[in-house]
């Protein structure tokens, strides 16, 4: 938005009149040092404490670095696709007193529950509103509890947004969808956490939310790249308790891994349990298969067919912990 000639002057004529309200002396002690409270709107006296103009306002008074903003927007809180009315909406306040901190007579009163009572049914007189309403405290749910991102919530509430304005949501649960969004956003971030982990931090059905998943992607077109395995070492390492040398060389060896084709179509997680267990036998770390499984929340036997997989890339590796305290001795 340009600013015209005309908005600039009356910007300089509103300062030039709010400054020679300042610039007069103290009719009490005759005192120019005379300073202006923006919160009251009142012009005080320094010496004397006398209030020379009160109710005076100074909107169209602005610092400089308010000026250099885009659009001239200074005031208000910032637009969120994650709140149902985007942030826009009006608060009235319970308490029974005017601007000025009067109380309000009875009929004053009578307007006030008027206008309260009918600000809060427009507010929920429509099911869009009541479903986003819902939605949305889901969503901030998994949001504390996975300390997610608002980058990540953002998206999370645009999606969700795309797919009531589809009404594919119809008939169909509200939490899932939450999840399933949840779980979009979060691979195109790169954040390791897997549909499983939001459905159950969510108390979603996971079968549920993995079908309101595939109908988000065939509805919206969404075309979510590969995961890459390598984000999840970090996490799993961190639970297991693993070194960070082990660490650093799992991901040397994961990169190996992708270079061959038996890959493709592989779980990332079971993978990456795969992996960091060889890692930890070649580095000669004491760590059973079982703590390995438990820290990437997966079975046992899905770790060893991962890592016979292994195996065929890395033979030297031996094959449990029982090889590796043989070797040493």
């Excluded at 610039?23 to 006296?45: A, L, T």
């Excluded at 901030?140 to 969700?160: F, M, P």
Aim: glycine content about 4%; charged content about 25%.
């Amino acid at each position: 938005m340009s600013t015209t000639p005309k908005t600039l002057q009356t910007d300089k004529t509103l300062q030039t009149n709010f400054l020679e309200k300042i610039r007069n002396d103290c009719p009490n002690c005759q005192n120019q040092q005379i300073i202006f409270d923006s919160n009251n709107g009142e012009m005080i006296c320094t010496t004397c404490g006398m209030i020379i103009e009160d109710r005076l306002d100074s909107s169209g008074i602005e610092s400089e670095p308010m000026k250099n903003l885009e659009n001239n927007l200074s005031v208000g809180m910032p637009l969120s696709l994650a709140h149902y009315d985007k942030g826009l909406s009006t608060t009235i306040s319970p308490s029974n007193v005017d601007a000025f901190g009067s109380q309000l007579n009875t009929n004053q009163l009578a307007k006030v529950r008027t206008i309260r009572h009918w600000n809060k049914i427009s507010s929920n007189n429509r099911s869009y509103h009541r479903n986003l309403k819902n939605a949305f405290g889901v969503l901030l749910r998994i949001k504390d509890k996975l300390s997610l991102s608002d980058t990540i919530i953002e998206k999370s509430a645009y999606y969700y947004r795309k797919v009531v304005e589809k009404r594919i949501t119809k008939g169909r649960s509200i939490k899932e969808f939450v999840v399933a969004c949840v779980y979009v956003a979060c691979r195109e971030m790169n954040v390791p956490r897997t549909l499983d982990e939001i459905a159950e931090i969510s108390n979603a059905d996971k079968v549920f939310a993995g079908k309101c998943y595939r109908l988000l992607l065939r509805n919206l077109k969404i075309r979510l790249q590969p995961i890459d395995s390598t984000t999840y070492l970090s996490k799993i390492a961190n639970k297991g308790s693993i070194s960070k040398k082990t660490l650093n060389r799992a991901i040397d060896m994961m990169s190996q891994i992708k270079e061959h084709p038996f890959s493709s179509g592989k779980d990332p997680t079971a993978l990456s349990i795969a992996v960091l267990y060889a890692a930890c036998l070649e580095q000669g770390e004491n760590i059973s298969q079982s703590q390995v499984a438990i820290a990437g929340e997966m079975s046992v036997v899905t770790l060893r067919k991962r890592f016979l997989d292994v195996k065929k890339i890395f033979p030297h590796i031996p094959n449990n912990t029982i090889e590796l305290r043989k070797q040493k001795t």
